[in-house]
């Protein structure tokens, strides 16, 4: 009867724990990540991504409102959470992420060699280090920053009807007690369009406008 019990209680444990899907992952390769089971069409919903745990300075990420763009740059394994709020700042939605990142897989090339001065031209070319290119930075464009969300739904919606890209994005800082919702717009490559956003913008709505780097 007591081992009846305690299998009971193993399953009740074991059904509760939370059901961790890994998905593989290539190192160097950006990849994007939604919800899984949070579809709703409604711009009204506040996604709250936090940054991927994991190895430090393992992954470079963006945050695009209810997706997030991740990029591995060393193997390991990452998690990264997600809640969704309503305008009632009530937590409605949480997710997992889990990520194993595995290393791209290095192709081998024969080659051959008709004579012994060819060794020594093929070792040093293989000595020579290759140009790493860098991914490119990416900008946005602060509008504003509420201490209200319902303020920040109706700038975001203000824009978006005036043709603008916009969303929100929520900042804590727990140290101060501070929260914020920042209305920003686009994810530029070309910061001289981001620049020229910016000055259209800050004609029609003042000064306090900035451009802010993202990656």
């Known amino acids: 009867m007591n081992l009846i019990k305690i299998f009971f209680i193993m399953l009740v444990i ?7 899907i890994w998905q593989e992952i290539k190192v160097g390769k950006t990849i994007k990540i939604e919800s899984n089971s949070f579809n709703l069409e409604n711009n009204n919903y506040i996604y709250n991504w936090s940054k991927p745990i994991g190895a430090d300075g393992g992954v470079e990420y963006i945050i695009q409102h209810d997706k997030i763009l991740i990029t591995a740059k060393t193997p390991g394994e990452y998690k990264i959470e997600l809640s969704i ?6 937590i409605i939605h949480k997710e997992s992420f889990f990520l194993n990142a595995i290393p791209e897989t290095n192709k081998i090339e024969t080659q051959s060699i008709k004579n012994p001065n ?29 201490p209200n969300l319902d303020q920040a739904v109706q700038d975001k919606e203000k824009l978006i009807s005036d043709g603008y890209d916009a969303y929100i994005e929520k900042y804590t800082n727990e140290e101060k007690n501070i929260i914020r919702w920042r209305v920003r717009i686009g994810n530029f490559e070309d910061k001289n369009l981001a ?10 709505r003042g000064k306090d406008i900035w451009i802010d780097k993202i990656k």
């Open 14 to 20: 074991v059904s509760c724990q939370e059901k961790q």
């Open 195 to 204: 620049s020229k956003i910016k000055k259209e913008l800050s004609n029609k």
């Open 118 to 146: 060819d060794i020594d031209a093929a070792s040093k070319k293989s000595d020579t280090p290759k140009k790493i290119i860098k991914s490119k930075t990416r900008y946005t464009i602060q509008v504003a920053s509420w």
């Open 85 to 90: 709020e309503n305008l009632s700042n009530k």
